[in-house]
């Protein structure tokens, strides 16, 4: 079902003075209705977090001037996360990953049409060295290569239809809404369709270990 009501519905968004516990709180929901033991690991991790807050550090991307369309469309069960990240949107800080450097020096399609933001982690608004959590923006018609790391990895796909390849079996059509999981050294990768694709992420485990592309 596509939302068909104001993002910044009451709620959440007049309880919440940040608006980072606003979509971590609700991601935790969303974490703790799906229940699997790399969903509940990340909750405990969410949970001991300290109060300790960075200053904003915000930038942008090309993709970006584009996200209020992910925003605005999207099933019921994203809608409040989407709200909560319409409340971030001024300060986030989005970044390129290099692409695949064995491809044109990492020049890749992937790095110029797409972004991250870290939201929790070393260097983050929510500091902490033991994980870190996210949002990815893909453009439409867009890969994402195959590619692994050390790092336990939760995708929440929150707006748009992406499909996903995790680990030898072969890609799948991933509706927004559900949480994906993919463990530590697990080959995956993420072709998008005719829309772009928003999806939070979450890193734990050995975060800081290899990500190697596999080409
Ligand atoms: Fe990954």
């Known amino acids: 079902m596509t939302l068909d ?10 309880s919440n003075k940040r608006p980072e516990d606003a979509f971590l709180t ?11 033991r790399l969903c509940n690991a990340l909750v405990s991790e969410l949970d001991a977090l300290g109060p300790a807050r960075r200053s904003w550090n915000p930038s942008s991307q090309p993709v970006v001037a584009r996200l209020d369309a992910c925003l605005a469309k999207g099933p019921q069960e994203t809608a409040y996360l989407r709200g909560a990240i319409a409340a971030m949107k001024p300060y986030l800080s989005w970044q390129r990953a290099p692409g695949n450097p064995a491809v044109n020096n990492g020049k890749t399609d992937f790095h110029y049409r797409h972004a991250f933001c870290t939201l929790v982690g070393e260097d ?42 995790i680990g030898p079996t072969p890609p799948k059509v991933r509706d927004p809404g559900k949480c994906l999981l993919i ?25 800081r270990g290899p990500f190697l592309y596999h080409s």
Do not use: K
């Open 5 to 14: 009501r104001p993002l910044l519905s009451a709620g959440w968004s007049s």
């Open 26 to 36: 609700t991601f935790m929901e969303t974490l703790r209705r799906d229940g699997r």
């Open 124 to 165: 983050a608004r929510v500091p902490t060295t033991r994980l870190r959590v996210g949002l990815l923006l893909i453009d439409a018609h867009c890969f994402y290569p195959l590619h692994a790391h050390a790092a336990d990895e939760i995708y929440l796909p929150l707006s748009g239809t992406a499909t996903m390849q």
């Open 183 to 207: 463990p530590g050294n697990t080959p995956h990768a993420i072709w998008t369709g005719d829309h772009m694709v928003l999806l939070a992420w979450a890193w734990l485990g050995d975060i």
